[in-house]
């Protein structure tokens, strides 16, 4: 089981067995002995599929139903699976028995393309499991800790670490589950990166990033490590230790919107409190905030503004990666209710904007903020520049970058990420650039 949900379907040739499965299905329901009758029901079948895929495509546009605006090539393939299942629900009256089998199996072949080439177009989920929230990274083997390996280092990194030839050419990912011992959370296994300059005897203590996924997603640190590790080879096996932390909990299935509440458990306490702990109890990383980064995703990247935004003493840097403008600013009304008992005054108070003007001055000074979005995502990409606009104006060193061609999916992750520590690197110490 564990092998089937470790099966990579993005650029693999899983995918590519998945699309000849569905293109073989369909090529054995229309060669058949030629039947007007059929024919007209199969032409009915496949275009009421292929208008009803583009219904969805068009009232999930119309009327906000995903809360981010969805690319052509979804509409596209939303068309293509729906008219593929319209097709083989046809081809059963009148059919032969073998013929209702291969209809039954191409309906299954037709959905599970459909989502592998929705999936591959965004490029978040690379796994199997991790398109049905369940992330198969083996738990990862943590470095012996040193606790007196902590300080910050005189001189950057990059002029004073030297390699050893023994030294791995990537870094490891895996998983570690990370309790909820103060909020009582119950988190997904967190997953970790350790670069290179970590896996070796005598490692430097290395900046943190503690990460955040999307909603719906999963704490999966595929794209930050694949991200990493291309830095790392770059810079003499120098990257930050990564955490990618369950802001959702659970199934990952709800939004907590980056709060404690009654509802969804306090998710802020275990992101803020449980994991810096267990980060400073685990991990040879430097203790000093401008060495901590908070980042995010979409979801997760309206969490790290608000927790960088609330404590300044843990995260000098910020990351979000096509981020929310604040937590439950895809559904305000019910985050209000569900979240803040009704209270709109407490809701716009966890506003991040909100916090960083009501901080008295000085409250950010070497604070680094780097905001990011896709160009084809018009939404996020405001949201963005509201929040580069606001930490600009506090003097926050702050840099806004669109990733051009991107939506809200995978390239705008990496690029975004990219970016991030393109700003970040020398400021952590890991190159030598300004």
Not at 42 to 58: C, D, K, N, Q, T
Not at 204 to 217: R, S
Request: hydrophobic letters at 45%.
């Amino acid at each position: 089981m564990s092998a089937i949900l470790e099966l990579p379907i993005v650029n693999s040739p899983a995918m590519w067995i998945i699309y000849l499965v569905a293109v073989a299905l369909t090529i054995t329901l229309l060669v058949r002995d030629p039947d007007p009758k059929w024919f007209v029901r199969a032409s009915i079948g496949a275009v009421a599929g292929a208008l009803l895929g583009m219904g969805i495509y068009f009232a999930g546009n119309l009327l906000d139903l995903f809360g981010v605006n969805l690319p052509l090539m979804v509409g596209v393939w939303a068309t293509a699976m729906f008219a593929g299942v319209g097709l083989a629900i046809a081809s059963f009256p009148d059919a032969k028995p073998w013929r209702k089998i291969v209809a039954s199996v191409a309906i299954l072949a037709y959905l599970l393309a459909g989502a592998t080439g929705i999936n591959a177009f965004y490029g978040l989920n690379p796994t199997l499991g991790s398109v049905f929230g369940v992330v198969e990274e083996d738990q990862i083997t943590l470095p012996e800790y040193n606790p007196d390996n902590r300080a910050a280092p005189t001189q950057p990194l990059a002029a004073t670490w030297q390699a050893p030839d023994d030294m791995p050419s990537v870094g490891e990912r895996g998983s570690a589950p990370i309790p909820g011992t103060v909020s009582g959370f119950v988190a997904r296994d967190a997953g970790i990166y350790l670069p290179p300059a970590a896996l070796v005897e005598n490692a430097p203590a290395l900046p943190v990033v503690i990460m955040m996924m999307g909603y719906v997603g999963n704490p999966d640190p595929t794209i930050i490590s694949d991200v990493l590790d291309q830095f790392a080879a770059d810079h003499n096996g120098l990257a930050p230790i990564v955490v990618v932390a369950d802001q959702l909990g659970g199934a990952g299935d709800v939004d907590p919107a980056c709060a404690d509440s009654a509802k969804y458990g306090n998710a802020e306490t275990y992101v803020t409190t449980d994991v810096v702990n267990w980060v400073n109890a685990n991990l040879n990383v430097i203790q000093d905030p401008k060495y901590w980064t908070v980042a995010g995703y979409s979801n997760g990247g309206g969490c790290a503004a608000k927790y960088a935004a609330k404590d300044p003493g843990t995260f000098k840097n910020i990351i979000s990666v096509s981020g929310e403008q604040y937590p439950g600013s895809e559904t305000p009304d019910a985050v209000t209710t569900d979240i803040y008992g009704g209270d709109t005054a407490a809701f716009e108070a966890s506003k991040p904007i909100t916090i960083f003007n009501a901080a008295p001055a000085g409250t950010y000074a070497g604070m680094t903020a780097i905001f990011t979005a896709g160009s084809e995502d018009p939404d996020f990409v405001s949201m963005a520049t509201t929040l580069s606009n606001a930490t600009q104006a506090l003097g926050i060193a702050t840099t806004l970058f669109i990733v051009q061609g991107a939506d809200h999916g995978g390239s705008a992750v990496s690029g975004g990420l990219t970016e991030g520590f393109n700003v970040l690197y020398p400021v952590l110490g890991l190159s030598t650039g300004t």
